[in-house]
């Protein structure tokens, strides 16, 4: 059974930095996409960054910033890493992993209900 854990979301001030885990067990990492997505109050899920085999790709207003850093494949308990920095106040939401089963290499994936599992959510607060 795939389960999906996010972790590492707190409070950070403007232009400082977090980075989010994400832990994947049931599978290994280099069989599934995975993406980030976050959820303001009031707002729809949003597509953050994702990766589907080549590479990393990020939604315009953070790709200056946030970087998907991925564990080894081999690693047993194989993480995704959301390195965000230079954060501001607009970041500020629920982030979740999601991750796909069966995917094209190289396809990017960008709305949530391509994603088949989905962790419970970690909370970024970004405020002075």
């Known amino acids: 059974q795939v389960e999906v854990a996010e972790s590492g979301g707190g409070l950070a001030q403007p232009g400082g930095s977090l980075r989010l885990s994400c832990a994947i067990s049931?599978?290994?990492?280099?069989?599934?996409?995975v993406a980030w997505f976050r959820q303001a109050p009031g707002k729809e899920r949003e597509f953050v960054g994702g990766?589907?085999?080549?590479?990393?790709?990020?939604?315009d207003s953070v790709k200056d910033r946030f970087s998907i850093i991925r564990d080894s494949d081999n690693n047993p308990r194989a993480r995704v890493f959301l390195q965000m920095n230079n954060l501001k106040p607009e970041d500020t939401a629920t982030y979740y992993c999601?991750?796909?089963?069966?995917?094209?290499?190289?396809?990017?994936?960008?709305?949530?209900?391509?994603?088949?599992?989905w962790g419970p959510g970690t909370q970024v607060t970004v405020s002075s």
């Open positions: 999601a991750i796909i089963s069966s995917y094209y290499s190289g396809t990017h994936y960008y709305n949530t209900d391509e994603y088949d599992y």
């Open positions: 049931g599978g290994s990492l280099d069989t599934y996409a």
């Open positions: 990766w589907s085999g080549r590479g990393a790709y990020y939604e």
